[in-house]
């Protein structure tokens, strides 16, 4: 259905749903052709200049409460505010007796935020929006990144409005847009992105173009071309192993009240620490405050470990991309300000660390660390032009985006055979939206009514279409209803669509009856990260 004039000059809301916690924009009169230029704003809610904490909270008593009011005294007991959504896609969570899926819990919490980004746009700029540009982890499958946009879209406005998303982006790439926009800058570049957020530890490698390089329909702006991480390390791991370390000085029993309440305090014990030598944590504990002090040096000793797998994890992405030699590294997420990333980056790459005296710039830069993300989705996030910067200029580019990893469905040489092969459907790289040909498959089965199609996602690039269990991820199974049973052999024709945003369908029909499509029931598979 086509958008009216009204609707194409609606700001979009650039939005970081983070682990922890989550960052609106919002960028007006910027360069409609080159997205360059332009005013940024914060469209967070006076107060909360860390972003409006990712945390959903139930109780029988408090009820539903979502950001700041879940971390806040009415959110009790603590222990039921519940963050890192984003790993438990498809998951279930007890909350005093009631069963609530994570699914939920990120409507909710991306309907707040939505809600508090546009009485901001309503107070500063007398307008509103429903449009939202959403960044994703690098490492989302397509199933896990149609997912999360599905649950956006499930979110309202206050007067009832659904949430559109009109555009998405990978957190590396907006946050490596951002800042060349930042210094405006209009030169090619590949940067490696050094994500350390929340939730998950994210790399990735990011062919920049500022200006645009055209394609069919469309401009697009960045290429990724690796990506790597670690699901298991974060800034919550970070918080943790601070958490261990008060806790051990304190050296007295805690109850979940205390525990809860002592890892609010870690958290901010580490923050303090990226500025100070030292920091006093405070816990309150049978009505008086015990107070400890933990140095930077403790917090640094103890935590090494966990943060050398991240500088592993980066060296192993140099040596796998040799020949892809990024000019800078970019540091972003709130966690990648702790002052031991950078020096443990300048001494694994001492080429990337600056010096005056030899007039040597410094390659690896912490820029805009805990807005980027949202800044860049706001800028380059759109895959329409769908924002008011559209009456005003003379061309609008319309961000396109490309298939990251082979995308195919699996068949098999013989009824006997149990490993199978993938037949490749749409190649990394393929811009999108994207129609594949229809391919054909026949029916293994006599008497066969449905005909099942499971879809995968190659987890590398150049996978081996024979090791499936090692190069593959299945993504979505797709049971085809022939709608009667059909012999042995029918002939079936299949391809699998993408549309602007990455949303994946499949569409199938018998070759012998092509003007009868075939009915699908769709289940996402491997949504979880945790």
Not at 232 to 250: H, S, T
Request: aromatic content about 8%; proline content about 4%.
């Amino acid at each position: 259905m086509a958008r009216n004039n009204k609707e194409k000059n609606k700001p979009v809301i650039g939005m970081d749903f983070g682990n922890c916690y989550s960052f609106l924009s919002y960028i007006s009169d910027f360069d409609g052709k080159t997205r360059l230029g332009g005013n940024v704003h914060d469209l967070l809610p006076g107060g909360l200049n860390e972003g409006i904490p990712s945390v959903f909270f139930y109780s029988k008593v408090a009820g539903t409460l979502c950001g700041e009011t879940a971390v806040r005294g009415r959110a009790k007991p603590v222990q039921n505010r519940i963050n890192r959504l984003k790993r438990h896609l498809g998951e279930t969570m007890t909350l005093d007796g009631r069963e609530i899926s994570y699914d939920e819990a990120i409507t909710e919490v991306i309907q707040h935020c939505v809600r508090s980004a546009n009485k901001k746009l309503q107070s500063g700029w007398q307008m509103t929006t429903n449009e939202i540009a959403l960044s994703y982890p690098a490492t989302y499958t397509s199933a896990q990144r149609q997912r999360l946009i599905e649950l956006a879209e499930k979110a309202s406005l206050a007067d009832g409005t659904q949430v559109h998303v009109s555009g998405t982006i990978a957190e590396p790439a907006a946050a490596g847009l951002d800042y060349l926009s930042r210094f405006g800058s209009d030169k090619e570049t590949t940067v490696l992105v050094y994500d350390l957020g929340g939730g998950t530890f994210d790399l990735a490698l990011v062919a920049l173009y500022p200006k645009g390089r055209t394609n069919g329909d469309g401009d697009y702006y960045y290429d990724i071309l690796a990506v790597d991480g670690l699901e298991d390390v974060g800034g919550g791991e970070f918080d943790e192993i601070m958490y261990q370390l008060i806790e051990q000085k304190l050296q007295v029993p805690l109850n979940p009240s205390h525990k809860a309440a002592l890892r609010a305090e870690a958290e901010k014990i580490k923050k303090d620490l990226t500025f100070d030598a030292y920091a006093d944590a405070e816990v309150l504990y049978n009505n008086e405050y015990l107070t400890v002090r933990v140095t930077r040096e403790e917090f640094e000793t103890a935590s090494r470990e966990l943060l050398m797998r991240t500088i592993e994890a980066t060296k192993k992405m140099f040596e796998r991309h040799s020949n892809q030699k990024p000019e800078t590294i970019i540091l972003t997420g709130g966690a990648s300000q702790m002052p031991m990333v950078k020096r443990a980056l300048e001494e694994a790459f001492p080429e990337y660390k600056g010096d005056e005296m030899k007039h040597k710039e410094d390659k690896i830069q912490i820029s805009n660390p805990s807005r980027a993300i949202a800044d860049g989705a706001a800028r380059y996030g759109t895959a329409e032009a769908m924002n008011d910067i559209a009456e005003k200029a003379e061309a609008v580019s319309v961000v396109q985006t490309r298939v990251g990893y082979d995308l195919g469905i699996r068949f098999y040489h013989s009824v006997d055979d149990e490993s199978g092969y993938i037949s490749t459907y749409i190649p990394a790289g393929t811009p999108i939206p994207y129609q594949a040909a229809y391919q054909n498959s026949t029916t293994l089965h006599e008497d066969q009514r449905y005909s099942g199609f499971t879809v995968y996602e190659a987890n590398k690039a150049h996978p081996d279409s024979e090791q499936v269990a090692e190069d593959y991820t299945e993504i979505m199974k797709v049971s085809l209803d022939h709608g009667r049973e059909v012999p042995k052999g029918t002939r079936n024709e299949s391809r699998l669509c993408i549309d602007k945003l990455g949303v994946l369908t499949i569409e199938a029909r018998e070759a012998d009856h092509p003007e009868k499509p075939i009915k699908s029931t769709v289940e996402l598979k491997n949504l979880s990260k945790s």
